[in-house]
């Protein structure tokens, strides 16, 4: 018979939240499920939205000419109300600015884009210059662009920078361990959530509309987190927030605060971890994207994006699910580097997988013909699942176990860095792809990405041995770190007492 002590170990491992932390818990989780939700439908829509209107190197001409000069701006104006106002102020006006703007997409940007598109300028310049054709098309839709720029932005700013600085801030080294593997669910949630909605028929036949719920979604994180908020100023005893040491805080302009990152060799770290993932998935999805373009044109069904989409979102969410209640707490119990290895070895194993079906794929059509499916569809098929499991990897190891190297530093280096880090370094990451895929495709491919399969895959394998490599030095830095941060802390205490 199971005793009470030994259940609760059980349940320990299972759900080791504290019942008296729900309080503190439950409302991260709930804003963590919808700024998720959010995140997953707007990427979702952008991409849909780009393949069904352009050709696919257009989405990587975008990222590298647009959308890195974007968040540089996006991340001096974050770093001028950060210097002007404080953490509520802050979460408050990200969540504010993005709601005005997919209010605007919906009622005008994107129901009049046929009306706003640059037709005329795109097929002169195609003709003088028809291997830019994705620079064009970028340009020729740009209503499409200007929402990419922005559900990129969301990411790294709704979600990386001001949710997950508001987490660290509340969340102390104990807590996280516990907390950050589990709130991960929470962003699994959001993504099936996100994935259901794709599936509506309504939605299907016009992807727009599915902004309708990101708006409602956003009004629900501003209500929330300021009640949320409000209660932790009330109440601090009960959420058990740690008084942790504070430093000077030092004014810094966005190009200060680059280089404070490259004079920290910790940051610098934290920053080849970013880079290297979003170097690694955008070109791994850039040549899944180009497969499922390929396969679309070649039904003639546009709503097959939104079936494609939606099977993906639910499926991370469900595979994120499972490994954060199966996986993620044994993982996370053999130490911080080996949980953060696991993200990119599971990314080397899938890349292996994916690039290997594409050049001997072929050669099972005959076979695949005879159950009815053809190789491309079983490329689109392996691509789509191999895209899920490094991403629901992602979700329950890779952001946790980054945000948890955040949580000794000072506030300072805390808030300049990460917005450095994430503001940047998330965006350097996947620019740098999509130039090198630009310029690759250009050269070699004539304006495609079929042709350059095998430069790619020999990319990724070389980002993803030195991402290894990073996380073994940061793993040591780490743990002195934290050891500073728990003596700083024991003297806050001592001082705390004795007045």
Sequence with gaps: MTTKKEFGNIRGMIFPIHKSELRKFLPMAFMFILISFCYSLTRSLKDMNMLKE??????????????????????????????????????????????????????????????????????????????????????????????????????????????????????????????????????????????????????????????????????????????????????????????????IKVKMSFMESIRFLAKSRYLTLISILVIGYGLMIALFEAVQKAQIQKYVQISGDHTIYAKIYAQQQISVGIIAIVVAFFLATPILKRGWRFAASATPVTALVMTLLFFTFLRFGSALDEFLKSIHITALYMSVQIGIYNVVLIKSVKYVLFDPTKEAVYIPLDEETKVRGKAAVDGVGARLGKSLASVLITIMSTLFGGGGIEDIRTPIVLIIIAVIILWLLAVRTLGKLKAAAEEKYKAELEEVNKVVVTN
Excluded at 72 to 92: A, E, W
Excluded at 151 to 167: I, M, Q, R
Excluded at 211 to 235: E, G, M, P, R
Aim: charged letters at 15%; hydrophobic letters at 50%.
């Design 54 to 247: 352009a050709d696919a190197t257009a989405i990587y001409w975008l990222k590298a000419v647009a959308i890195t000069p974007s968040m540089i701006f996006f991340t001096i104006l974050y770093g001028k109300v950060s210097r002007s106002t404080g953490r509520d102020g802050r979460f408050n006006a990200v969540m504010i600015y993005f709601f005005t703007f997919f209010t605007l997409s919906l009622l005008f940007l994107l129901p009049q884009k046929e009306a706003l598109q640059l037709n005329t300028f795109s097929k002169m310049m195609q003709a003088k210059f028809p291997s830019l054709i994705g620079l064009w098309g970028a340009i020729c839709h740009w209503p499409i662009s200007l929402f990419y720029i922005h559900a990129e932005a969301w990411g790294t700013f709704a979600l990386s920078v001001v949710f997950w600085t508001f987490v660290n801030e509340i969340t102390g080294v104990n807590q996280a361990k516990r907390f950050y593997s589990f709130l991960s669910i929470s962003g699994a949630i959001g993504s099936i959530l996100a994935g259901s909605i794709l599936k509506l028929e309504n939605i299907r036949t016009n992807f727009d509309q599915s902004l309708q719920f990101v708006i409602i979604a956003i009004v629900l994180i501003l209500i929330v987190y300021n009640y949320f908020t409000s209660d932790i100023k009330a109440n601090p005893a009960y959420y058990q927030i740690e008084k942790k040491p504070k430093k």
